[in-house]
């Protein structure tokens, strides 16, 4: 690495196996107690990033937004679970590079020694007296020594963890449980827009108007006059009629709002799910193995 990193950028960069392929993101960085540096991280995976593997920093590569881990996705998957708010002891360190068969000692030292204010976010290896793991220095005691050179021979040929014994004549059985977690995303957006259209509006309006007619009366008795001379002459009306006039107002008529509402619906989700199976074998009876049975 050409320049040094902060130990608080772990926490955002994505996680990818020595192949490229994607694991997800970093849920805790590991440091040791004695130099402050990062030893091992917790890598969520599968689906959901519900699931989470221990893998050791040795060998990785780190720019920012990246770490390239040095072992291969499924290595990690069935790396050993020593849970999730626990320091990790010696003997956990151990198992742990067993599994992936390195060496525990040599870490690159990329990483800023001012870094240690992200300690307390990660659980960090038991001060144990003669035990050393990852970023040990020069003066680490025989027995660390020792631990380191037998994990180097077995580099070449990485074991399985061992089952964990619980007694001489019995073990204990564990198996991976499903945790479901929700979040809250944006899905969408909803918006009113106001726009004007024109339409074509009959309404029937009864209107009056006066017409003329002729009304012919007949004079008789003292109204009729001997004499009167004849003469031209005329006589006029005036007519008026209804004449319908359109006005337009601009009224009020409603208002329209966005509102939300919370529906809930079912979703189904799946996912593969490890157990340990336990077997017996010499001599058992049928009643001692139907009840072996029942408990698993």
């Keep these: 690495m050409s320049t040094k990193k ?13 192949t490229g392929d994607k694991l997800g993101g970093i849920k805790e960085v590991f440091l040791d107690d004695n130099t402050g540096k990062p030893t091992f991280v917790e890598v969520s995976h599968g689906l959901f990033g519900l699931n ?12 920012g937004e990246e770490l390239r881990l040095a072992f291969a996705k499924d290595l990690i998957k069935d790396a050993p679970d020593f849970g999730s708010d626990t320091a990790l002891t010696t003997t956990d360190q151990n198992r742990l590079n067993e599994h992936y068969g390195v060496n525990a000692a040599d870490y690159q030292d990329i990483y800023e020694s001012g870094a240690q204010e992200r300690q307390e976010q990660g659980r960090t290896a038991a001060r144990e007296e003669a035990a050393g793991f990852a970023g040990t220095t020069a003066g680490t005691t025989a027995g660390t020594t020792e631990v380191a050179a037998d994990q180097t021979a077995e580099k070449k040929a990485p074991t ?12 204990v059985r564990s198996e991976e449980e499903l945790n479901v977690s929700k979040e809250n995303v944006q899905t969408g957006e909803a918006r009113l827009r106001k726009f004007v259209v024109t339409e074509t509006e009959t309404v029937d309006v009864p209107v009056s108007r006066e017409e003329v007619r002729v ?7 003292d109204e009729q006059v001997d004499g009167q001379p004849l003469t031209e002459g005329e006589a006029s009306v005036v007519l008026h009629e209804e004449r319908v006039n359109v006005s337009k107002d601009t009224v009020a008529k409603e208002k329209v709002a966005l ?3 919370q529906v809930t619906e079912t979703q189904r989700v799946s996912e593969e799910l490890k157990k340990e199976r336990i077997e017996t074998a010499g001599d058992v009876t049928e009643a001692e193995q139907a009840e072996r049975d029942a408990r698993k």
Excluded: C, H, M, W
């Excluded at 772990?10 to 990818?16: I, P, R």
């Excluded at 009304?215 to 008795?221: E, F, K, Q």
């Design 259 to 261: 509102e939300k509402e």
């Design 215 to 221: 009304v012919r009366t007949p004079i008789t008795g």
């Design 160 to 171: 399985a963890p061992k089952a964990d014994v619980a007694g001489d004549n019995s073990l």
């Design 6 to 18: 902060n130990i608080a950028d772990l926490f955002d960069a994505t996680a990818y196996d020595n």
């Design 52 to 63: 989470s593997s221990l893998v050791p920093l040795r060998g990785a590569q780190f720019d």
